[in-house]
Nanobody, 127 residues
């Protein structure tokens, strides 16, 4: 599966952005989808994920709970990350990722060799 992320930009603290990830190439509904982020000099960290099925089970890292919302549209092969009340510590390159079932993501997931990745989109939050 090929992934293309977009929607990053510069925003002031307290602002909002919506990231999008377009998938192509294989059956989108066979993949759990996730968002990771990587700040300068740091590892790539799990942010949020959503399951492949109609239940759309979601998982979030504690630091974004209540502020970020992940969603997917299987008909459009899209996954989104709505980010509200952004803070300077949210500044990072954000990557969408896909993991083929039966594997899935969980809180604290690490990147896996079998994951598929988009190219990343930069989110910068100024104070």
């Amino acid at each position: 599966v090929q992934l293309q992320a977009s929607g990053g930009g510069l925003v002031q603290a307290g602002g909002s952005l919506r990231l999008s990830c377009a998938a192509s190439g294989r059956t989108f509904s066979r993949y759990a989808m996730g968002w990771f982020r990587q700040a300068p000099g740091k590892e790539r960290d799990f942010v949020a994920s959503i399951s492949w099925n109609d239940a759309g089970d979601t998982v979030y890292v504690d630091s974004v709970k209540g502020r970020f919302t992940i969603s997917r549209d299987n008909a459009k092969n899209m996954v989104y990350l709505q980010m509200n009340n952004l803070q300077p510590e949210d500044t990072a390159v954000y990557y969408c990722a896909a993991r083929e079932i039966p594997l899935t993501y969980y809180r604290g997931s690490k990147p896996s060799p079998g994951d598929y990745w988009g190219q990343g989109t930069l989110v910068t939050v100024s104070s």
